[in-house]
């Protein structure tokens, strides 16, 4: 299995407080992924990173924000959370370009905004 | 637009063959794929097709026909592990992959 871990795994926020979730691999990938799955869509693509310090947003950026300083790390934050930022959180990574190249997903964590 | 359709849910008997389809729209399209997903774990890539046709990879099977926009995956000699949910993504305009809602597979015995 591709070594790829997210932390917090669960968590539960208040509305209007920050919250970050890290993503970390030891596989030395390229490019990284943040996604969120809600029941009855399929996963959104969030924000991406291409390298350090290289992302780029996807369908669904707004009220997020990301962060790479080291190849192995990759930082979500929700500035100020809202109920409807309560989702499950996947980070993925890929050795090269996603849509050509399997892309390896980590648990996940459920992300709870009251 | 671009789009992605899947089966909601199906049901099969353990043993026997199913075929889960998926229609896409996308711009730019450049392959795609299937991953499968048990219940409260991550997806797992199964299949990546480019060209037109069937690829086999043992008990499953992936089909992509470029000119009609469908793709689907074969299963066969279907297990009770195989119960999970079934994601198709195709490649969008800007090289990012678009993803269905999931086919909600469900064997019995």
């Known amino acids: 299995d591709a070594g790829i871990t997210q932390s917090p795994r669960h968590k539960v926020t208040e509305t209007g407080t920050p919250v970050t979730l890290r993503c970390h691999q030891t596989?030395?990938?390229?490019?990284m992924y943040w996604y969120r799955q809600d029941p009855g869509h399929g996963l959104r693509l969030i924000h991406y990173?291409?390298?350090?310090?290289?992302?780029d947003k996807g369908e669904v950026s707004d009220g997020y924000s990301v962060s790479r300083s080291k190849t192995e790390d990759f930082l979500l934050t929700l500035e100020s959370a809202t109920s409807s930022q309560t989702s499950v959180y996947f980070c993925a990574i890929s050795e090269g370009e996603g849509s050509y190249n399997e892309q390896f997903f980590g648990p996940g964590t459920r992300l709870t905004v009251l | 637009g671009q789009n992605i359709d899947q089966p909601t849910e199906m049901t099969a008997t353990e043993g026997a063959i199913v075929q889960i389809n998926c229609t896409y729209q996308?711009?730019?399209?450049?392959?795609l794929f299937w991953y499968q997903q048990h219940a409260g774990e991550a997806p797992t890539f199964l299949s990546y097709?480019?060209l037109d046709g069937l690829e086999e990879k043992g008990r499953f099977s992936s089909f992509l026909s470029r000119s009609k926009g469908y793709s689907y995956l074969l299963l066969k000699e279907l297990q009770m592990k195989d119960s999970a949910s079934y994601l198709c993504a195709a490649t969008d305009s800007n090289y990012q992959l678009i993803w269905g809602a999931g086919t909600k597979l469900i064997i019995k015995p």
């Open positions: 990173s291409y390298g350090v310090k290289d992302t």
């Open positions: 097709n480019v």
């Open positions: 596989e030395n990938h390229r490019y």
């Open positions: 996308t711009s730019g399209f450049n392959g």
